[in-house]
């Protein structure tokens, strides 16, 4: 029975390099995927697939990313295969109809979508997803994320929030402090300021609008600042130098303006050059280097109302260069508020792609030559019903804001802060039941409650493991080590906070007992009073030691233990016990016992008195001399 065990503990290490190296693969691709580099993660996911490791989630994976890349016909081979997986979510029959329509199958596409809602689905809110339109990426994107409304939140229109060094940016049209309440008489709301105020700041008053100089009677919104901190860019109705701009029908249009700092404060307000009393330009937002500046606008020759464009940034703040940004992300309606995260992916709002109501906010993906070439709906609950833009992701790539007028009062725009839904993992420790010592090279094995293969690692020399996984599933843990007592642990992610990042399942594993032939004998070996040199007679016993460990097992492993009597005090008795399991162990190196297969050398003091003579009892001498010894440990025999 016991090479049986081995046997199998060899084929099993025989394999784990490799199945180690695709679990790392498959953590490298849904990086990639996560960070919407599809291109890079589809080689990853198909190599997983080749090697046939947790092959139902590398092929939704590979259906997704040719989704995104606007490849039907590559998804449709990998969706076909994904629909017919036990418990796939509802979603994934969606996604299949709409890859089939992308390569006009539509007949097959609308039984797809039947069974969709068959299944539960809701078709609802999926406007504009009719038979010429392409678009899986209404539902997914991972990670997802909590929202809640911030506290500062006024009852007029509050949006636009952006941070930057600590300091919040907005728009607000609360008008508490203002001597003259102006209203718009679009939404019989008072006009829009900006504020600024320390994040996590709970209250605000009209003290934190900012300066007259940037502030006008007139709408103001939409900050973006340069890398360096010296230039900010907002928006405005058509107001500068003291005069209002209109075009032919009298219709003020939206501009951006600049200013720098100077002194700590923002002075020396520019009217950009791509402004036109003819159309709008607004909503600016800055490339991370700085050298681009997006923005949105109505001006002649774009795809609908509100198109995105870019423009470059020169030395001296000239703007050349004017691009739209093409069909893949501009539509037939408004698209708008866009915002570039210090990976460089743009993020935006858009009422004319595929969404779950009015405005949505959608993520870009770009190719391997930087094209667009697919945008992606974040979902809800960043999404709504309703209007929903002005996105703006921190650099911790975590937390961010949003602006939304779901609820009641559709005119009454609320500012949210979102937080992603962290990655979570499995982690812990393989122990030995008998030694308490880390089991290095241990195979973890994971399977969800279908049994398919989720990992299989090896704990490092400390014996720790960590393994990615995904919540509200079921589990079962496999740890497999030679010599050792497979165990099997259950475990789940459901029903843990959002916030959870990791769950921690230690194992101790025993050991299988010697079956096949008898373990030797080690005898104790003892010591004289207060001292702690090796014997006479205890080089007896250490000599046979090293004989069993150099010649009759070659790969014997032991753990030293050492021990005193209960005179003297216990801290001086924890080092005398030390000192005798060095001077035990230096004996055995220095006649060629390898290190490391001592693997712990530890002494106990009077902690384990095997002669009940503790401390004031009245005890012989042999008791006492029971009490102080080394003993020996056979940890592993071969």
């Known amino acids: ?165 600590g300091t919040l940016y907005f728009s607000s049209s609360r008008n508490e402090g203002v001597s003259i309440k102006r209203k718009y008489s679009w939404n019989q709301q008072p006009f829009l300021d900006l504020y600024a105020v320390e994040e996590g700041t709970d209250t605000i008053t009209h003290k934190n609008r900012l300066s007259d100089g940037i502030n006008t009677r007139f709408h103001e919104a939409s900050v973006s600042i340069s890398p360096d901190g010296n230039t900010m860019y907002f928006s405005r109705n058509s107001y500068y130098n003291n005069k209002r701009g209109r075009d032919s029908k009298k219709i003020t249009h939206l501009k951006i303006y600049s200013v720098s700092r100077e002194n700590g404060a923002w002075a020396n307000e520019k009217s950009l050059s791509i402004n036109n009393d003819n159309y709008s330009v607004t909503h600016p937002a800055l490339s991370q280097d700085g050298k681009y500046l997006y923005f949105a606008s109505d001006m002649p020759g774009g795809f609908g109302g509100m198109d995105l464009y870019k423009a470059e940034i020169g030395a001296n703040g000239s703007l050349t260069n004017v ?6 992300i501009n539509t037939s309606g408004d698209d708008v508020f866009p915002f570039i995260n210090n990976e460089g992916i743009l993020f935006f709002s858009s009422d004319g792609h595929v969404g779950l109501g009015l405005l949505d906010v959608f993520s870009s993906v770009k190719n391997e030559s930087g094209a667009y070439v697919d945008v992606i709906n974040l979902g809800a609950p960043i999404n709504s019903n309703q209007d929903d833009f002005s996105f703006f992701l921190k650099e911790d790539g975590v937390t961010g804001y949003f602006a939304s007028n779901r609820g009641e009062n559709i005119y009454d725009d609320d500012i949210y802060v979102f937080t992603k839904i962290p990655p979570l993992k499995l982690k812990g420790h393989v122990t030995d039941s008998i030694s308490k010592l880390p089991i290095p090279n241990a195979i973890m094995v994971l399977k969800d409650n279908r049994e398919n293969l989720i990992a299989q690692v090896e704990t490092d020399e400390n014996g720790y493991y ?23 642990t259950d475990l789940t992610s459901k029903g843990i906070p959002n916030q959870t990042t990791e769950i921690i399942v230690d194992v101790i594993l025993g050991r299988i007992p010697f079956i096949d032939e008898t373990p030797p004998v080690i005898n104790n070996i003892y010591f004289n009073f207060d001292h702690s040199n090796v014997r006479s007679d205890a080089q007896e016993v250490l000599d046979r030691v090293i004989e069993l460990m150099l010649k009759e097992y070659p790969k014997m492993t032991i753990k030293i233990s050492s021990h005193t009597d209960s005179r003297g005090s216990s801290a001086y008795n924890l080092g005398l016990s030390q000192r005798r399991a060095d001077s035990t162990f230096k004996y055995l190196v220095e006649r060629g016992v390898a290190p490391e297969r001592i693997i712990e050398v530890k002494g106990y003091g009077e902690e384990q008195l095997v002669a009940n003579c503790p401390n004031g009892s009245r005890c012989t001498e042999h008791e006492h001399q029971l009490n102080r010894r080394t003993e020996f440990l056979i940890i592993s025999l071969r």
């Open 323 to 328: 691009q739209n940004l093409g069909d893949v």
């Open 1 to 165: 029975m016991q090479r049986i065990q081995y046997i199998i503990s060899l084929l099993l290490l025989a394999f784990s390099t490799s199945l180690y190296a695709q679990y790392g693969t498959q953590k490298r691709a849904d990086a990639l995927f996560d960070k919407f580099a599809y291109v890079k993660a589809i080689d990853s996911y198909k190599k997983l697939v080749e090697k046939g490791y947790n092959v139902d989630h590398a092929k939704r994976r590979l259906a997704e990313s040719y989704t995104y890349l606007r490849d039907p016909e590559n998804a449709v081979i990998y969706y076909k295969d994904v629909v017919n997986q036990p418990d796939v979510p509802v979603e994934y029959y969606y996604k299949y109809a709409q890859a089939l329509k992308g390569i006009e199958k539509y007949d097959e596409a609308l039984k797809w979508l039947a069974k969709f809602e068959e299944k539960g689905g809701d078709l609802s809110n999926l406007h504009g997803a009719g038979k010429d339109t392409y678009s899986g990426n209404i539902f997914a994107v991972n990670p997802k994320y909590e929202v809640d409304t911030v506290a500062f939140n006024s009852d007029y229109s509050d949006f636009g929030a952006y941070e930057r060094d």
């Open 466 to 488: 960590e393994i990615d996984i995904e919540r509200n599933t079921d589990y079962q843990l496999t740890t497999l080590k030679e010599g050792y007592n497979e165990k099997k």
